[in-house]
Nanobody
Framework: EVKVEESGGGSAQPGGSLRLSCVAS??????????MAWFRQRPGKEREGVAA???????TYSTSAKGRFAISKGSLKNSAHLQMNNLNVDDTAMYYC????????????????????WGQGTQVTVGS
């Protein structure tokens, strides 16, 4: 079983920054490196992909995240960070980390169906 845990999040003012971290641990079978992704769910909206990284480190961003958010590998195996800059009120959401053994490339990485393992989520609130 793979367990996904997020940390970070909290509150920020518009224009501010926050950093989220995630680690996927447990038995990944023959798959040494997992695909990792960040999703978010805003109030009343469906869960949407924000940033993702496949097992080879190739990265995909949503349109809203491009230029403001950056996903990177963490120092631990199967870990990832999401640096969020220039936050605005529309970024207020529950942010979820996801991990998967089998991932397609490109924009497919931002689909929830690509991932088998999910964290509990961490709240990000942006407001003055």
């Amino acid at each position: 079983e793979v367990k996904v845990e997020e940390s970070g999040g909290g509150s920020a003012q518009p224009g501010g920054s926050l950093r989220l971290s995630c680690v996927a641990s447990g038995d990944t079978g023959p798959y040494e490196n997992l695909c990792m992704a960040w999703f978010r769910q805003r109030p009343g909206k469906e869960r949407e992909g924000v940033a993702a990284m496949d097992a080879e480190g190739r990265i995909t961003y949503s349109t809203s995240a491009k230029g403001r958010f950056a996903i990177s590998k963490g120092s631990l195996k199967n870990s990832a960070h999401l640096q969020m800059n220039n936050l605005n009120v529309d970024d207020t959401a529950m942010y979820y980390c996801a991990a998967g053994e089998f991932c397609s490339g490109g924009d497919w990485l931002l689909r929830t169906a690509e991932y088998s393992h999910w964290g509990q989520g961490t709240q990000v609130t942006v407001g003055s």
